[in-house]
């Protein structure tokens, strides 16, 4: 993948931090940068050098270097090169521990104390514009679909179809009347 195409994944992700989405090309990719060194906000730092650290690049053995790092110091295991869409959004980074094999959509939220994992190969598949709140488990080959919201402390185990707000241990689905209701600030990459 191409630095340039990096730098839309970033800026994506920085625009569903900070909004300041638009603006003249050069102000905007310092302000981007100066985020992310500044550490003023150790999530969007993390989200910054993992996108970095996914693909090759001019910086990919730093941003290996600062991934693994933050990683460590901030209890957030997200293995570089994990599938996540445009705009990725981490609420409270701390405890959340992402499979490798994982693919995240576009726009989605993710809270603290989240765990997505698999004893097979076969881990979770999110779909578009997903919130999902603290204290989440998502086990095994699970689909959870578009415009969903997953409240506290649910475990998922079975699909969860577009659309709809699901709860509890395990995870059922509550309502369609307003899915992805916590979803702020869509990007749009096209």
Request: a positive charge; one cysteine or more; hydrophobic letters at 35%.
């Amino acid at each position: 993948m191409k630095l340039k195409e990096i730098y839309k994944y970033i800026v994506s992700d920085y625009t569903r931090y900070y909004g300041n989405g638009g603006g003249k090309s050069k102000v905007l990719a310092m302000k981007v940068i100066l985020r992310a060194l500044s550490r003023r906000n150790h999530c969007y730092t993390y989200s910054f050098w993992f996108r970095l650290a996914s693909w090759r690049n001019p910086f990919y053995y730093l941003a290996r270097i600062k991934h693994y790092t933050f990683s460590r110091k901030w209890g957030i295991q997200i293995p570089a090169g994990t599938k996540i869409g445009y705009g990725f959004y981490i609420g409270h980074g701390v405890g959340i521990v992402i499979n490798g094999g994982t693919v995240i959509g576009n726009n989605c939220n993710i809270s603290q104390f989240l765990s997505i994992g698999t004893n097979k190969r076969t881990p979770a598949t999110i779909g578009d514009n997903v919130y999902i709140g603290p204290n989440v488990c998502i086990v095994e080959d699970v689909n959870i679909g578009n415009n969903v919201t997953i409240g506290a402390g649910a475990v998922v185990t079975k699909d969860i179809p577009d659309n709809a707000t699901a709860a509890g241990v395990p995870a059922r689905v509550l309502n369609y009347d307003n899915p992805g209701i916590y979803v702020a600030r869509r990007y749009n990459c096209e």
